[in-house]
């Protein structure tokens, strides 16, 4: 596999597109011409519900969890679900978004926390389960037994139910921290989750830099696409840490999944910082027209494209411009990133 600096960042002769023919495109003959399509870019946030978003981009009378989910899917076709990672999903309460959603919105949801490996405090699991969990001296559930665990990955897939079945469910975000780090040991849990997911498509972000660095990122890339899992390119800041993956341009499926996450160096690691310290940074054009060219450039390779922003911090407003006194960093970005979209495709149709 060959890789070559592209756009923002590391181009990576996908195994989708050097090694395998797209069994729905047709003109297999020698001498037929391929025309490929290149799929819609649908962008959105990396939650609706985000503590900056209710604070300073809902309107100040969407005040209900309903108006404020129907007001956000009035302006973005799809959203990740982050409150997965906290709790598990809860049939009733997914029937509800489904509800408040049209028809064609698409939910990504996020893994569990034990699902990836994270550390989960007791209060966070089922009651029921809770006896065989054995917390720590601290309250946390670090080293659940594989039997707790699948038990867990069992009841986050029928909370999803009601998704499948008004077609809204987009793939499973499986975010693994910093600490899985690439090995055999982390290769075969990669393997046993896919089983545990069944038939739902899996979205897999790395948070190490040893599943991307130039010695593993043709073996990663080529698993996750035996696994039929999509990788999800991530633009971060651009540093060593170990916890900064490259970012790799690659599809391992027909889906291309990209997580803005923004490019704060000086936040990422910061000691005590909060998940709005991290992420907080506001893209220029300049950085989001780069992406959009890129993005509609692999999206010619792929069936569906996402474009989600992460990067849930905050920032000054303009009174110039009529803004509020604080911004929304996230929804400020996709909405910008969607007019940018549709320059560059009214520029090609031109």
């Not at 009035?74 to 809860?90: G, H, K, M, Q």
């Not at 996020?110 to 994270?118: I, P, S, V, W």
């Not at 897939?157 to 998704?163: D, R, S």
């Not at 038939?199 to 990663?220: K, P, Y």
């Amino acid at each position: 596999m060959q890789a070559e600096r592209y756009g923002p960042g590391i181009r990576a002769t996908s195994p989708v597109r050097a090694g395998r023919k797209d069994p729905s495109v047709g003109g297999s003959e020698a001498g037929d011409t391929i025309v490929r399509m290149a799929a819609p870019i649908r962008v959105g946030t990396c939650s609706w519900a985000d503590k900056s978003l209710v604070a300073h981009w809902y309107p100040r009378g969407v005040r209900s969890p309903e108006e404020r989910l129907r007001y956000y899917a009035e302006r973005f076709d799809t959203v990740e679900l982050d409150a997965s990672y906290y709790r598990l999903p809860e049939e009733e309460t997914v029937r509800k978004w489904v509800e408040r959603t049209p028809p064609g919105f698409l939910f990504h949801v996020k893994a569990f926390a034990m699902m990836t490996r994270h550390p989960v405090r007791l209060e966070q699991l089922p009651p029921e389960l809770r006896e065989e969990a054995k917390p720590d001296e601290k309250g946390r559930v670090e080293r659940p037994s594989r039997d707790l665990r699948a038990e867990i990955f069992a009841r986050f897939h029928a909370g999803l139910e009601p998704f499948r079945q008004a077609g809204k469910l987009g793939g499973i975000l499986l975010q693994f921290p910093s600490y899985v780090v690439f090995k055999d040991a982390s290769l075969d849990y990669l393997l046993w989750a896919r089983e545990e997911l069944r038939d739902d498509a899996l979205l897999v972000e790395f948070r190490h830099r040893s599943w991307l660095d130039d010695e593993h990122r043709a073996e990663t890339l080529a698993f996750l696409e035996e696994l039929g899992a999509s990788h999800v390119v991530v633009d971060a800041p651009k540093t060593e840490a170990k916890n900064l993956v490259p970012t790799v341009l690659g599809l391992t499926s027909p889906t291309l999944y990209v997580r803005f996450h923004g490019r704060n160096p000086g936040t990422w690691n910061k000691r005590g910082g909060s998940a709005s310290e991290r992420f907080d940074y506001l893209y220029d054009d300049g950085e989001l027209r780069e992406w959009a060219q890129t993005m509609r450039e692999l999206a010619g390779d792929a069936r569906e494209a996402y474009a989600m922003f992460n990067n849930n911090g905050r920032t000054p407003g303009s009174a110039v411009r009529g803004e509020r006194e604080w911004i929304a960093q996230a929804p400020v970005n996709a909405l910008r990133f969607q007019e940018l979209l549709g320059e560059a495709a009214g520029g090609a149709a031109a």
